[in-house]
């Protein structure tokens, strides 16, 4: 069987996830959204920022930050969980097109291949503290041991995310009762002095410059939305009476990210505060390190201390890395299926996600990830931002886009000036700003330039443009027709996941669409630019077998309705 048929492994990536295979309950993918919690990036670069920056400048970097990724992250997660697609699909029809979606599912697979590569080196770091393995081995290692943890997709992690829960949070709890109860934990945790650093109390107060640099960096993180989104898009539909939980579950599972990143933080300063007084600065930056410093407060002997410290950083990182190698595969997938018309599987991209993560970490991307998010940022929260604007402003309150959020390629022209083109002059703009090109103070406020330009030009460009980029055309399907078997695979699929296809004579199901490199988009007069009103095209003659409903009656012909398909 080839990999791209196996139901298993690609966890309906490409395309609409049908109701049969959201067997989970909204808890069960709420438990997998948490992960992020286990993530040891966020111990490491809190320490980074507070020893850098101070306690003050961070929280309030941090807090800066929630505030303007959280509704943008609300938006898209309750987007995602309504409508069953991960947020490659949605923004295809966001405003950006399907071709034009291709550079943001870059965007994305690169937000999970950076902390891929940093978390994996973080887990490295631990498996090299436990057993004196040569770090570019473990590196290797971390690897390798992540592909057969994230083929399975959803049916394994599911799994193991539930029945690993119960020990990360006795091991992190004992940590953070352990460096609570230490003497002056509070003092040290809002005045952080690593040992044998200089003096850091004139880091003591508030920087504008420090605050923003750090709110900068965590902006970058509105783009964790898309991984939360991974497993969202599997939520099974709210039942009756049992709405309130739904919801709950949705928004802590996507949004509620950003409001425990805060929880993380004051968790990683009380743990920093005390490591402090027993290491350098340098040295707790190390999550393994920070772990075991703690823990040997708790037992009185290294050996001990170092073990519990290697198993909670490990565990950390195995839940962690399954949810970035998961979503890079998906949005892998997403990139080359475009790019190429073909989809080997996304067993294939798992290994292809590895393999590049393997690469940055041997680059040494640990010690350079703050600047890699700085700069991340400028781009990641243009993309998100102009998907919100689109999704909010567009269609809630100017009513200039459709109703629907249209994924299909067979409907979408390959570029939508709407959102693509706001995320590229957004990106552009605030990158130059990031770079001093208009002074100091904009360099230090790029993402916000980036964050408020992508708000601001969807609307200007949807009236400009009229609206007329989002549809390129529409399918009709007999009336109640609720499954279809697509004409090339013989699959049988929801009606929102087809489209009629004159090149093939019937229906087709949206992968087997996005695959095709030979009808050259005959389905629609211009696939570039609108050309007259919108059509719809039905379905041509064919068996009711092929169709997976009875034949149409009375049905306009393809001809008729679309003179140019029959030339």
Known sequence: MALADNPQLEDYSLRYTPSEFRTWSPWMIFLSCLVGLSAMAGYALDAAFVNEFGFGSSVLGFAIAAVATLPLTVVIAFAIARKHIDIDLLTRGS???YLGSTLTSLVYA????????????????ALTALTGLEIHLSYVAVSVVMIPLTLYGMTFSSKFQAWTWPLWVVLIGLAVVTAATAPHAGAHMLHPTPLNSPDVAGVAGLSLVAVFTVAAANLSLATQVGEQGDYLRLMPDPKPGRERGWRLAVLFGGPGFALFAIVVFFASTLLVGYADTQAGAGQVAIPVDLFTIIYQRLTGNHTAALVLAGVLVLLSQIKINIMNTYSGSLSWSNFFSRLLHRHPGRAVWVIFQTALALVLMELDIFDHIVTVLALYANVGIAWVAAMVSDLVINRRVLKIAPAHVEFRRAHLFNVNPVGFGSMVIASAFSI???????????AALAPFVSLALAVALPPALALATRGRWYLARTSEFPAGAERVTCGVCGGHYDVVDMATCPFHGGAICSLCCSTDGACKDACKPNPWRPVGAVIALGLPAMSPALAGVPAPTARTTLSAQHPEVSQ
């Open 95 to 97: 405003g950006f097109g």
């Open 110 to 125: 690169t937000y999970t291949l950076i902390f891929l590569a940093y978390e994996g080196a973080i887990m490295a770091q």
């Open 432 to 442: 130059m700003a990031y770079f001093g090109l208009f002074g100091a103070v904009l």
